[in-house]
């Protein structure tokens, strides 16, 4: 398998489609300033209604970007930093390799 396909293989879309919406973008930003909040918080922060926010808040959860924990009945998001970096820094790993074959005068 050559360096271009091992690239597309392991091109996790799920991981950037998520990261393509705005609402989510959205989120991400308010996490990353304020940390560790549930449901409630982070919608009253949004314009969008808690239930949508709430499905946004799966997505993450299931893309990596996330983590969630339960607390009796608050359910608490925050980012999953290790998991996000880890996947950001495979792709730009696996994008320069791509990159020295198809054009190593970029690395010169």
């Known amino acids: 398998m050559n360096v271009l396909d091992k690239f597309i293989n392991n091109f996790d879309s799920k991981f950037f489609k998520t990261l393509s919406e705005p609402v989510r ?51 608490y998001y925050e980012i999953n930093g290790n998991a996000f970096i880890g996947k950001l820094e495979n792709i730009t790993r696996q994008i320069r390799q791509c990159m020295a074959k198809c054009c190593p005068s970029c690395f010169k």
């Not at 314009?47 to 808040?57: A, F, G, N, T």
């Open 25 to 75: 973008m959205e989120i991400l930003k308010y996490l990353m300033l304020n940390g560790r909040s549930d449901i409630g918080t982070i919608a009253k922060n949004m314009p969008q209604d808690r239930s949508v926010v709430s499905r946004h808040l799966n997505l993450m959860y299931e893309a990596g970007i996330l983590n969630c924990e339960k607390e009796t009945r608050h359910v």
